[in-house]
């Protein structure tokens, strides 16, 4: 048994020239298996055929024995994502050939969602792959390394203030209301909004053009291309996805629910559709209802 001095608080007991085994003090009812020195890989006893990396308070990163050639992420007891463990560095969430949602062990705390060789979206408490400029005590100013042109000031949990350099006049502030994605495409197209929301970005780029709204909820977006412009809508729910893929087209909707996505359950019920492309989401709640679609678009 050795005491190990990159991680004091546990003991070690080293079961062969790669693994270190920890007895974890903080969580006495796990062995901690250490792969590197960005994650500690459990042996859950709770789970005992799948090692568990610990990635941040959130989310667990399992390795199936059943599925051994994928990683599995598990948000909660419900939902489970799966992704295929082709690179070794990261856990990849591939929804089709252009978009590849990382889990990188250089930023552990961080999920990367690479759209393009532009883009990165990095979804993390602190935000830890931005330069983060703090004013005071209410406001936090991020510069984005990716996109260089807009300026981050966070207020607090319900609204986000935005200044763009491009547009400095224009401040987006985002309510409690919202429509909440973590990427859209460049070919993304909303569907006619009869409300005067505010359409609001963490990360806007620059060529960014905002159309006029009349509703009463937010468009949210962590990041959107420079391409993506957005048409009237006629709906009041919210769509909160982690991903989605470059051709979606949303359906018209007269329902109040909200659309709550990172992953699909087993159980999701999906409506009548009439389309050839794909809705991807990483988790959907089980209040999920989609509206009827008569677009050319799956929603799967």
Avoid: G
Wanted: aromatic residues 12%; hydrophobic residues 35%.
């Amino acid at each position: 048994m050795y005491h190990s001095y990159d991680v004091p608080d546990v003991c070690v007991i080293r079961s062969n020239y790669m693994y270190d085994i920890y007895q974890s003090y903080d969580e006495p009812d796990e062995c901690v298996i250490r792969s590197n020195n960005m994650y500690d890989v459990y042996q859950s006893y709770d789970v005992p055929d799948v090692y568990v990396i610990r990635s941040n308070n959130m989310y667990y990163i399992y390795q199936s024995y059943d599925v051994p050639d994928v990683c599995v992420i598990r948000s909660n007891n419900m939902y489970d994502m799966y992704q295929p463990c082709d690179v070794p560095d990261v856990c990849v969430i591939r929804s089709n050939n252009m978009y590849d949602v990382y889990q990188s062990n250089d930023v552990p705390d961080v999920y990367v969602i690479r759209s393009n060789n532009m883009y990165y979206i990095y979804q993390s408490y602190d935000v830890p792959d931005v330069c983060v400029i703090r004013s005071n005590n209410m406001y936090d100013m991020y510069q984005s390394y990716d996109v260089s042109d807009v300026c981050v000031i966070r207020s607090n949990n319900v609204y986000d203030i935005y200044q763009s350099y491009d547009v400095p006049d224009v401040c987006v502030i985002r309510s409690h209301y919202l429509i909440t994605c973590m990427i859209f495409t460049s070919r993304m197209m909303f569907p006619t909004c009869v409300s005067s929301d505010l359409i609001t970005c963490m990360i806007c780029t620059s060529r960014m053009m905002f159309q006029s709204c009349v509703s009463s909820d937010l468009i949210t977006c962590i990041i959107f291309t420079s391409r993506m412009t957005y048409p009237t809508c006629v709906s009041s729910d919210l769509i909160t996805c982690m991903i989605f893929t470059s051709r979606m087209m949303y359906p018209t909707s007269m329902s109040s629910d909200l659309i709550t996505c990172k992953i699909c359950t087993s159980r999701m019920m999906y409506p009548m559709c009439v389309s050839s492309d794909l809705i991807t989401c990483m988790i959907c709640t089980s209040r999920m209802m989609y509206p009827t679609c008569v677009s050319s678009d799956l929603i799967t």
